[in-house]
């Protein structure tokens, strides 16, 4: 069952709705995501193609497959979106307590640097796996 769950940037000049059948946590330490957060990203899972977003948002293309998003006024971290589906992955500190989602997944952990660690139980994928499961080879 779909729950809709809303959320804003800091300055609250950005208001953001969707919606999410299994809200997790994914944490990501490439090294993209820690330069444009200075930590890691967290995003929150919501259904494709629910989310609302209203206000100055504006979106940097950071690479050939991808852009983030991000409050023109207060600078606030709003997504990660992926340009061949247009998918836009939400950050998790957009909505209070990041929606009372559970952490599932960490991409790159061997990116993630010495002065922090995340604890619990959840997948923990190496970059060479992160990048397997999102570019697979092409077949010969």
């Given at each position: 069952m779909s729950e809709k769950i809303n959320g804003q940037c800091l300055c609250?000049?950005?208001?953001?709705?969707?919606t999410t059948t299994n809200p997790i946590v994914r944490a990501c330490h490439?090294?993209?995501?820690?330069?444009h957060t200075s930590s890691m990203f967290m995003s929150l899972a919501t259904d494709s193609g629910s989310e609302t977003i209203e206000g100055p948002a504006k979106s940097f293309r950071s690479s050939d497959w991808a852009e983030r998003g991000?409050?023109?006024?207060c600078g606030s971290t709003l997504w990660y979106g992926t340009l061949h589906?247009?998918?836009?992955?939400?950050?998790a500190g957009l909505f209070e307590n990041a929606a009372?989602?559970?952490?599932?997944?960490?991409f790159f952990v061997d990116k993630c640097p010495q002065g922090y660690a995340l604890?619990?139980?959840?997948?923990?994928?190496?970059?060479?796996?992160?990048?397997?499961?999102?570019?697979p080879e092409e077949e010969s």
């Open positions: 609250g000049a950005i208001k953001v709705t969707a490439c090294d993209m995501c820690r330069q991000f409050c023109e006024v589906d247009n998918a836009k992955h939400l950050a009372d989602a559970p952490l599932k997944m960490e604890s619990g139980d959840h997948k923990r994928l190496t970059a060479e796996q992160t990048i397997a499961l999102f570019a």
